[in-house]
């Protein structure tokens, strides 16, 4: 199996619930994001339209983060899913320079506090579960742990909630769709078949698990 997501901008509204949730799934330290919604418009007034574009890690089958990495901490698993090993980075941001779509975080700071204050009992627990290192490099990873978690107990991603990225499962307008990109009727390569699915930056070969629709 390949994971992928498919995306339907005819449906995106730009609310930027899926940018919210991954950093709240994820507890993210203030200035880093693994999703993103750029936004830009076509046309002149009165005839404007606007443009929204969800961006995340494309988990790609010819990744150049992989090729670059000097010590191996970016690596892709079977599933197709491009992971980084925090504790064999060394935060040298060859990937972050490489990616061609910028989806790489460079960790500057352990600090996850918000307010002066100091950290919430929230924050203190996301530094236990999801564990950032100091002079690393972090991105989207598909919720591969909630995959993993999901699969264990029987369930299917992209069907199944506990088992779903974060981002897919917050999107009202449905506009996000995870699944198996080798399964030819799985819900993801129906929708590519169909409205004839495009990838960024198709031209370069990196061979993305994102594709876009309209």
């Known amino acids: 199996m390949r994971w992928g997501m498919v995306i339907d901008l005819k449906k995106c509204y730009g609310c930027n619930a899926c940018v919210l ?4 799934e994820h507890f993210l330290p203030p200035g880093v994001f693994f999703n993103h919604v750029k936004m830009t418009e076509t046309g002149k007034y ?13 988990h790609c089958e010819n990744a150049v983060c992989v090729d670059v990495c000097p010590t191996g901490a970016t690596y892709r ?8 090993d925090q504790d064999v980075c060394i935060g040298c941001q060859y990937c972050v320079m490489a990616c061609p779509y910028d989806q790489r975080n460079y960790i500057d700071t352990e600090d996850r506090a918000y307010y002066d204050q100091g950290k919430s009992e929230r924050e203190q627990l996301g530094e ?9 490099v972090a991105k989207c990873t598909f919720c591969m742990e909630r ?12 069907k199944d909630r506990e088992a779903t990225p974060a981002c897919v499962n917050t999107c009202y307008t449905h506009a996000r769709i995870f699944g198996d990109l080798d399964d030819p009727e799985s819900a993801v390569s129906k929708l590519i078949r169909e409205y004839n699915g495009k990838t960024l930056f198709e031209e370069i070969g990196t061979g993305p698990a994102v594709y876009y629709i309209e």
Not at 50 to 57: D, E, H, S, W
Not at 77 to 84: C, K
Not at 128 to 136: S, V
């Open 128 to 136: 236990k579960m999801y564990p950032l290192k100091k002079n690393t």
């Open 147 to 158: 995959i993993d978690e999901g699969l264990k107990k029987g369930l299917i991603p992209g």
């Open 21 to 24: 949730a991954c950093k709240q």
């Open 46 to 58: 009165p005839n404007v339209k606007k443009l929204m574009y969800p961006t995340i890690c494309n």
């Open 77 to 84: 698993r079977e599933d197709g899913i491009i992971a980084v």
